[in-house]
């Protein structure tokens, strides 16, 4: 039987902003059991939860300062198992996403660290003297802005942290850091858990020659936080010793029954993908991974037949994973705005984009009610980097703003207190009470059951078709069905002459008159096959 993951549809869900359970304004787990049954109604397999351990919370949860333990912000350790028993009865995965690059500087492994040169946590972290003039050790810069090295006046030394300084990076080459760090994977998959999100999962080990990095063009921003395209990154991440790490960490899973863990690449463009395909190539690696390749402001066939074409030929036996926002990046819906005719109709050109990629599919909360980027003012925002760099970095609040259930409630039913984040009345529209028949959610639902029943969609290999842009076209072909796909990534009126008679198996804004296809505006149609499109 096929693996569970392989054609599965995963569910993002960022704890802080679901669902407040205890009206002190921030999300819970145990707000996110009040809520399975919305998860379970999209027809989704897996529950990917945003970091749920102990942490100070500088980067939301993304600087650990306890690996065992659930932050008591979101319920601790009950709450924990109750979302999982409630998960589990409703035949949902759940996986966590382990930050295990890095720690926060509130973790014991680095206050202890920090003390000396000699005590048995000193070499747990990377660090290293500064140059002869003081300055750090190499020109590495920080992801969220400034050097990568910070300097501790105790020790007399820089630490590195690819991220804030208070997310100082662990140091992979101690391999009694790389036991403890596998303690942990074990103890969650001992509790029940089905897998992990493995966070910044290419930022593990860093060059032990210390080089610094070569310069390079300007990258444009993908997650609004980017400010260090200046240089190419070939020292401070992506080491070749990655490789044996991850095969551990997969020969530990294999002793569970059914578990997966999907890395987040940290790069984008054509390398991710490569990367992408060098982590799960084989059944020795990943399970899957996911880069920023699709989250970016990249919205045209030519791109999106690169990613998936390089994927493959890349990694014939690798298996990606493909979405369109996340926590990290503007939501679809805003970002690729200039494409679209109307809010709805980008929604569902995207939603039926995704559930026809072969590979697993990532939704991220809210994006099943067709969600836009929430504006907020300077005052509002929260993530470090936005706060620091201020207008040119407008940072990642914005997608992470909470979850909208009925719009006319307080904060439309996400808490009784004032949220962390706003709940603003463009978002508040969307709210999951106002989505009925003919709704975006609707839609959502009907796709994912569609791509779910569909042998073709769910398992079908990927032959891609020459059309000029903006048209993307491939067929999905399994033993029992073909599929050929064609979307109209933009605004204008398109057609596609047929050779041969099609019909529209399922589509929006498309139609077939006197075998010619016409797509309108963000129209698309799946054709049952027979349909030969000329090139
Ligand atoms: O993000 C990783 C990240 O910020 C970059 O590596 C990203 O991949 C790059 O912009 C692509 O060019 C993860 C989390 O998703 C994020 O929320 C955290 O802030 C970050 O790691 C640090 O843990």
Redesign the pocket.
């Given at each position: 039987m096929q693996e569970w993951w392989r054609s599965a549809v995963i569910y993002q869900v960022y704890p802080r902003s679901y669902q407040d359970s205890t009206g002190n304004g921030v999300g819970d787990l145990a707000g996110i059991t009040q809520r399975l049954d919305h998860i379970a109604g999209l027809g989704v397999d897996c529950i990917w939860l945003?970091p749920i351990f102990a942490s100070p919370q500088a980067?939301?949860g993304?600087?650990v300062s306890d690996y065992l333990a659930v932050d008591p912000l979101f319920g601790g350790l009950a709450a924990f198992d109750a979302l999982i028993e409630g998960a589990h009865a409703r035949g949902l995965k759940v996986i966590v996403?382990q930050?295990l690059?890095?720690t926060s500087d509130q973790h014991d492994w680095f206050k202890k660290s920090r003390v000396s040169r000699d005590n048995d946590k000193a070499d747990w972290y990377v660090w290293a003297d500064p140059q002869p003039d003081g300055s750090p050790p190499t020109n590495w810069h920080s992801?969220?802005g400034g050097p990568a090295w910070e300097f501790d006046p105790q020790r007399g030394q820089y630490y590195l942290h690819?991220?804030?300084s208070s997310?100082p990076d662990l140091n992979f080459h101690n391999p009694d850091v790389v036991d403890a760090i596998l303690e942990t994977c074990k103890f969650w998959l001992d509790r029940g858990l089905d897998g992990f999100r493995l966070?910044?999962v290419?930022?593990y080990f860093h060059d032990q020659e210390l080089r610094s990095n070569p310069p390079a063009q300007a990258?444009p921003q993908?997650?609004a936080?980017?400010l260090y395209g200046m240089q190419n990154n070939i020292y401070n991440?992506t080491r070749p010793e990655n490789i044996a790490f991850l095969e551990r960490l997969r020969a530990l899973t294999d002793q569970y029954d059914d578990i997966m863990m999907v890395g987040?690449?940290?790069?984008?463009g054509r390398r991710?993908i490569e990367i992408m395909g060098e982590y799960t190539e084989g059944r020795e690696r990943l399970h899957m991974a996911y880069?920023?390749a699709m989250?970016?402001p990249d919205f045209n066939a030519e791109h999106f037949r690169n990613c998936i074409e390089g994927f493959q030929s890349g990694a014939p036996d690798g298996h990606p994973y493909w979405s369109f926002s996340?926590?990290?990046v503007p939501r679809q819906v805003t970002r690729w705005a200039e494409h679209s005719v109307s809010e709805d109709s980008i929604a569902r050109l995207a939603c039926a984009m995704l559930m026809s990629f072969e590979g697993t599919i990532g939704i991220y909360q809210g994006e099943e009610l067709g969600q836009t980027e929430t504006e907020l003012e300077f005052e509002e925002l929260t993530d470090p980097p936005a706060i620091r760099y201020w207008p040119a970095v407008k940072g990642?609040d914005g997608c992470r703003t909470p979850m909208v259930w009925e719009k006319d409630a307080l904060n439309a039913g996400f808490s009784t207190a004032q949220p962390w984040l706003p709940v603003k009345p463009p978002q508040a529209a969307r709210a999951v009470d106002q989505q009925g028949d003919g709704s975006i959610m609707a839609y959502y639902k009907e796709m994912i059951a569609y791509r779910k029943n569909s042998p073709a969609l769910s398992r079908g290999k990927t032959t891609f078709i020459s059309l000029p842009e903006p048209l993307l076209a491939f067929t999905r072909q399994s033993d029992e069905q073909t599929l050929t796909c064609i979307f109209n990534l933009s605004k204008n009126v398109h057609t596609v002459p047929l050779k041969n008679a099609a019909e529209i198996a399922l589509g929006k804004a498309s139609s077939i008159t006197d075998g010619v296809l016409t797509l309108e505006g963000n129209g698309f149609a799946y054709l049952t096959h027979g349909a030969d499109i000329p090139l």
């Open positions: 945003s980067d939301m993304y600087d996403d930050v690059s890095h992801h969220f690819n991220f804030l997310q966070d910044t290419n930022y990258a993908v997650m936080t980017d991440k987040e690449v940290g790069e984008m991710s880069s920023f989250l970016g996340n926590h990290d990642r």
